[in-house]
């Protein structure tokens, strides 16, 4: 009979037991579970798990200590010299009234490299257009956005999470066999009109969607010959800005129609027909827009 007993008393408190740690490990904080150091080391593996410092975009109180995050460009992207870009940001607390954008060569500051191709304005607004320097060498870079601060310290800066490419400008100047009927070199125009793209062929006119360096664009091409020559008028049309608005050029080039040369074997004939091929419009108009 004592033999019966004790078996059920072990059994029971083993059964007390896997209850016990079913609430332990389910319904009590892990961190409560864990010493001190051992939460420490999991937060430091996990930022999110952190308070956020200067630089990181939180919760913006009264209290708050003034900060200012960079949005875009940060990191990644390819620009070309000359090209006009948004540098947007976010900003906290800020007393003072102006900020101003820095583009600065990778790594910065040792790098050496550095524009101020903005002007002072006021943080709140939150962006700016800036023009790349025709003359910004192709490396990598980063924007610094900052207050006035002279040799003293920012009240806040913040720079590009990651560096982005900067490549040279391209030269505009059309080869032998091609000419510039007009519009010539693109003037890129900002609309109003929501983008879109309906894509078309016939016999005269293509209309294509098309990701030229990662950016959408409507292409149009509508092409007519005469007299030894084609003549083609081309329309790009790319979105820009939360709005989806517009941005469009509209230019005509003629081609000479290398046949006339004769065929292969003939060294005008390669020539027209290299030159034509090897002239890349997609690249020109999207380092311009």
Not at 1 to 30: C, D, Q, R, S
Not at 92 to 111: D, E, H, I, K, R
Not at 183 to 208: A, F, N, R
Request: glycine share 6%.
């Amino acid at each position: 009979m004592k033999k019966n007993i004790t078996i059920v008393v072990l059994v029971l408190i083993i059964i007390a037991g896997g209850i016990f740690y079913y609430f332990k490990y389910n319904f009590i904080p892990k961190e409560r579970l864990m010493p001190i150091d051992v939460v420490t080391q999991i937060n430091e593996k996990d930022p999110a798990q952190n308070i956020p410092t200067n630089n990181v975009v939180s919760d913006c109180l009264p209290t708050t200590a003034p900060w200012i995050k960079v949005l875009s460009p940060n990191g990644g992207e390819t620009f070309t010299a000359g090209q006009q870009i948004d540098v947007k940001w976010k900003s906290c607390n800020m007393s003072t009234t102006s900020v101003g954008v820095t583009l600065a060569g990778y790594p910065y500051p040792t790098n050496g490299i550095q524009f101020f191709p903005g002007k002072w304005i006021h943080s709140s607004l939150g962006s700016e257009k800036i023009t790349i320097p025709t003359n910004a060498p192709e490396s990598k870079y980063i924007v610094n956005i900052s207050t006035p601060g002279g040799e003293s310290p920012y009240q806040a800066e913040d720079s590009s999470d990651n560096p982005f490419t900067i490549n040279p400008l391209l030269s505009t100047a059309l080869p032998a066999y091609i000419s510039a009927q007009s519009g010539w070199p693109p003037v890129i125009q900002d609309s109003s009109d929501e983008y879109s793209c309906v894509p078309t062929t016939s016999e005269m006119t293509k209309i294509i969607q098309k990701f030229i360096n990662n950016k959408v664009y409507c292409v149009t091409k509508f092409t007519e010959g005469a007299a030894g020559s084609s003549y083609s008028t081309y329309t790009y049309k790319t979105p820009f800005g939360i709005s989806n608005n517009t941005k469009t050029t509209t230019f005509t080039l003629k081609y000479v129609s290398c046949g006339v040369y004769g065929g292969l074997g003939n060294t005008q004939y390669e020539q027209c027909k290299k030159n034509q091929t090897d002239f890349n419009i997609d690249a020109i108009v999207d380092s311009l827009m």
